[in-house]
């Protein structure tokens, strides 16, 4: 059946009534994207004529998907979509340059312990692990340097697993997760025991999803990063270790040109000089967070 089918009288009214776009009451953005939300869903179903089975079949995964959701919009590239869109709307505003920004991932814990000077960001022992060290400097649109700028680190253990969320329990909840306040010279400094790639969950609902895509649920070994200053943007943005195997070939597309250092090794040590360009805020909701649900947790200790 041709899609079509969907702008016949009766599929639109059905459209408008269940999006309530002819009813007083509600939110007039809202309705206007709940209808080309569903016409699009709609038009899917006609032009790739899918059953009541396969539909429900659908419905199943999400409900049962739901706690990976975190997971399955990188997945997609939903996340990857949402960084080129905001990019470029900046360049049709005339915005460019900065450190690139990229994907968050669920894994942020909000409440890290705030810190000053070279910061260590591991906790608990990772015997088997190489050490890190990172360093940089945090600056603006014409390289001048950042005051009061925070820098939010936060990555896996070298099992690939996330303190706060890790399953086996063994981390505290704010291992290799640190806030570090950056110094008037604009430098920034921290080691930790170095991070892993990882896969996602094996048979969960994202794992199910790529292995039906023909993919892979691979990470490459990397590193978030929330960068926060008075009158700068703020910067979300990781990056991959060049040197892993997957750092090209990431399945949640975080890797973006310029965030793909390749670390240098000494021993079990590695080394990472990465600088930090912010953009100036446009107004003073730049300068803070999106409105994504986090996890939260209480950090035992304030400014050391």
């Given amino acids: 059946m041709d899609v079509n089918f969907v702008k016949t009288p009766e599929i639109q009214q059905l459209l408008d009534r269940a999006s309530g776009v002819n009813e007083s009451g509600g939110n007039a953005r809202l309705k206007g994207i709940m209808r080309d939300l ?37 997945g997609v590239g939903l996340e990857h979509f949402l960084d080129l869109y905001m990019d470029a709307k900046d360049a049709d505003a005339g915005l460019t340059g900065g450190t690139p920004r990229t994907i968050e991932g669920p894994l942020y814990v909000a409440g890290a312990p705030l ?23 945090i600056t603006g649109p014409d390289g001048e340097v950042v005051q009061d700028a925070i820098l939010h680190v936060w990555h896996a253990n070298s099992k690939g697993w996330y303190s706060h969320f890790d399953p086996t329990g063994e981390q505290t909840p704010f291992n290799n997760r640190r806030r570090i306040k950056v110094g008037a010279d604009g430098r920034y400094a921290f080691h930790s025991k170095q991070p892993s790639g990882y896969s996602v969950p094996p048979g969960g609902a994202t794992d199910q999803l790529m292995q039906g895509l023909g993919r892979h649920g691979h990470r490459p070994a990397h590193v978030h990063f929330f960068v926060e200053a008075p009158g700068y943007r703020t910067l979300t943005t990781q990056i991959n270790f060049g040197d892993d ?60």
Avoid: C
């Fill in 245 to 304: 195997p997957f750092a090209a070939d990431d399945f949640a597309f975080a890797t973006r040109e310029g965030l793909l250092p390749v670390p240098t090794r000494q021993g079990d040590t590695a080394y990472i000089a990465f600088d930090f360009q912010l953009q100036r805020a446009q107004g003073t909701r730049e300068q803070g967070f999106s409105t994504r649900a986090r996890a939260e947790a209480q950090a035992e200790t304030e400014v050391a």
């Fill in 38 to 74: 569903t016409e699009s869903v709609m038009e899917v179903i006609v032009k790739h004529d899918i059953s009541e089975n396969e539909f429900w079949t659908a419905m199943k995964f999400l409900a049962d998907g739901a706690g990976e959701i975190g997971l399955i919009v990188p």
């Fill in 115 to 137: 810190m000053e000077g070279n910061v260590n960001l591991t906790s608990d022992p990772d015997e088997d692990a190489e050490v890190l060290h990172m360093t940089g400097t």
